[in-house]
């Protein structure tokens, strides 16, 4: 049991998924846009991102658990020949080459047309990894632990403050 528990721990699932569903959330809305766009057809549209928001959700997670298994968060990763990237931009390389094979697949399957889905394949791999960069960015921003401040909170004195008359006793 302890074993499964630092797994867990060490996938960092709870955040995997959390990111999972807000990444899902802003890519079928971009999905259905530009397949409705391309295609002119509602009902193609909707077909194509049902089937990407059934397979996408668990692309993203596997591949968000495997970066948080093998990878330290916050860390830079090396490549050959002694080029170092960040690793928001070697997990956003990653995920397009594994998302393009997919959106190829699942647009061609989907429209029946070659052309088609090349269209649309090229666009999710000129904006997708921006969405997907910008996705990482908002979550390094809004997960990063913040200083806290230990300082009493300040009064101030809006209104003056009138003492009563003195009175001689």
């Known amino acids: 049991m ?10 960092a699932v709870g955040s ?8 899902r959330v802003v890519v079928t809305t971009i999905d259905f846009t530009s397949n409705y766009v391309v295609t002119g057809s509602l009902a193609t549209a909707v077909g194509l991102s049902t089937l990407a928001l059934a397979i996408g959700p668990t692309l993203y997670f596997v591949h968000e ?16 020949q002694g080029f170092v990237i960040s690793r928001r931009l070697a997990k956003t390389i990653t995920f ?9 697949t699942t647009n061609y399957l989907g429209t029946g047309d070659l052309a088609t889905a090349a269209l649309l394949t090229a666009f999710g791999f000129v904006v997708g990894p921006f969405v997907y960069l ?3 960015m908002a979550w390094d921003y809004f997960t990063a632990p913040r200083p806290r401040r230990f300082e009493p909170p300040r009064t101030a004195n809006l209104v003056p403050v009138i003492s009563p008359p003195l009175v001689a006793a």
């Open 16 to 23: 995997a998924l959390a990111k999972t569903i807000t990444f």
């Open 134 to 136: 910008g996705h990482e």
């Open 96 to 104: 397009r080459m594994i998302a393009t094979a997919v959106d190829f």
């Open 2 to 11: 302890i074993r499964f528990n630092a797994a867990v721990v060490a996938l």
């Open 65 to 80: 658990t495997a970066w948080n298994y093998f990878a330290t968060s916050g860390t830079d990763v090396a490549l050959p």
